[in-house]
């Protein structure tokens, strides 16, 4: 070690931990030898190895973070041996995979190296990174991560980590495996699935209580329980489906009904938590991972290329590309229409999909009329480029379901209208954030649109 690199490595000593043991010390020689000078070589390190780390916890955890620190008490391990990769000499062994809790909820882990701890014992992890496995967020540690033993913490003791969580469904989500839950049911359908090359029955259908509404599905029978029933549910599993949790009731869920006596004593009764959800502002949906049943309303402010007429696969109806589907090859696809937007209320924006039979009522043109539009232009893109001009700058409202990811807000509608009703209510809004000039003059609202006296 040098003059010029030694102020450089034990920065990052303090930052990263032990270099050797990490390998990042090789990282830098290596930058070294590319003649990087030792400050660029410590900079490109700490942008790498995270230099400072984000603290999150369980709750804050979303697909394909990186460079983050959490510090959570272990509440199961295990591990299992790997097979050796067919021409690679070294690599590791055993992969460690268990659950990790702090206050705010629990996720699963995967570790590539021994953790300094068992079960019960808090583990600080620096430079972790997430990504999805059968729908769920995993925590990863992998070989660069910095991973130490915590002697004091004011996290909860491993009996009350472990107890399984009473939960509004509003606070259910990723980091929930197991929750205790009371809600009316909205919905109930029962049909027959093939599990495994045998039949069995399931029932679906939706939970509601005084915060929101998710689907929920039950293995197992349900005697008694009908739409309306108020029902307490203790030990269901959280199963997630692109961003939005379900309820799960299995043979070890148990599902009581709500006493008279007791279902007076809660926040909702079946009549309030049937009603049409109240409209939400976008920056409110956007400040959550998904949410189940949210009706907006926005002006369209783009219609994205994808719009119009497509073909699907036969099969799993994927959209495809020249007879092309990605997982069946060359097919004969099937005409379908759909609309994909981007609506903007002033406070956000999101992509909404809609399907063929939304697509077709706002559009006002059924999908064999919208053939005839293509046919007679002699152009593939005459029908998205005749849904541009029709529905740029229009003011809708949505009901549906969302989810956020990488790429901002997806919104599938399931119903879609005009609300002609509360255009007084948005004209004197649209005044009050104009200033209090032109709330004083007022509009006069004609059955030909609005005008200011």
Not at 270 to 292: G, H, N, Q, T, V
Not at 389 to 397: D, Q, S
């Amino acid at each position: 070690m040098d003059e010029k690199t030694a102020p450089h490595l034990e920065e990052l000593t303090r930052a990263l931990g032990d270099l050797e043991k990490t390998g990042i010390r090789a990282e830098f020689d290596k930058l070294l030898a590319f003649r990087v000078s030792p400050e660029v070589a410590k900079e490109t390190i700490l942008r790498k190895f995270g230099g400072k780390w984000r603290i999150l916890k369980v709750k804050d955890l979303s697909a394909s973070l990186k460079n983050f620190e959490i510090t959570g008490r272990i509440l199961d391990i295990g591990e299992k041996p790997l097979r050796p990769q067919e021409g690679v000499r070294e690599g590791p062994s055993k992969l460690y995979t268990g659950v990790l809790a702090d206050e705010t909820g629990s996720v699963m882990f995967s570790s590539w190296k021994e953790l300094p701890g068992s079960v019960g014992d808090v583990i600080n992890i620096k430079n972790a990174y997430t990504r999805l496995w059968q729908n769920r967020i995993r925590l990863s540690i992998g070989e660069q991560s910095l991973v130490s033993k915590v002697s004091d913490s004011s996290l909860p003791l491993l009996s009350e980590l472990s107890r399984t969580p009473a939960k509004k469904l509003i606070d259910i989500g990723a980091a929930d495996f197991s929750v205790n839950t009371a809600a009316c049911v909205l919905q109930l359908s029962h049909r027959e699935v093939s599990v495994r090359g045998k039949q069995s029955k399931v029932i679906s259908g939706v939970l509601a209580d005084e915060t929101a509404r998710l689907p929920f599905t039950a293995w197992v029978e349900l005697p008694g329980i009908d739409i309306g029933s108020i029902i307490r549910i203790e030990g269901a599993q959280i199963r997630m489906f692109r961003g939005m949790p379900s309820i799960n009731l299995v043979s070890s869920t148990k599902v009581s009904s709500v006493a008279a006596e007791d279902a007076d004593k809660l926040a909702f009764t079946f009549e309030s938590a049937a009603k049409d959800p109240a409209p939400l502002k976008i920056e409110e949906i956007a400040s959550r991972d998904s949410m189940f049943d949210v009706v907006t309303a926005g002006n369209v402010v783009s219609v994205r290329p994808g719009s119009g007429i497509i073909s699907r696969c036969p099969e799993c109806s994927r959209v495809i590309q020249k007879a092309n589907c990605r997982v069946h090859g060359k097919v004969e696809g099937i005409r379908d229409m759909r609309i994909k937007a981007v609506l903007d209320d002033g406070t956000g924006a999101m992509s909404v999909m809609f399907p063929r039979e939304l697509a077709e009522i706002i559009y006002g043109k059924t999908l064999e009329e919208a053939e005839q539009l293509m046919f007679s232009d002699i152009s593939k893109d005459a029908v998205y480029e005749d849904l541009r001009r029709f529905l740029t700058g229009r003011y809708l409202a949505v009901r549906g379901n969302s989810s956020n990811g990488e790429y901002g807000i997806s919104f599938v509608a399931e119903h879609a209208w005009v609300p002609e009703d509360d255009l007084d209510v948005r004209v004197v809004e649209l005044l009050r954030r104009l200033g209090p000039d032109e709330e004083e003059q007022g509009p006069e609202v004609s059955g030909g649109g609005v005008s200011f006296a």
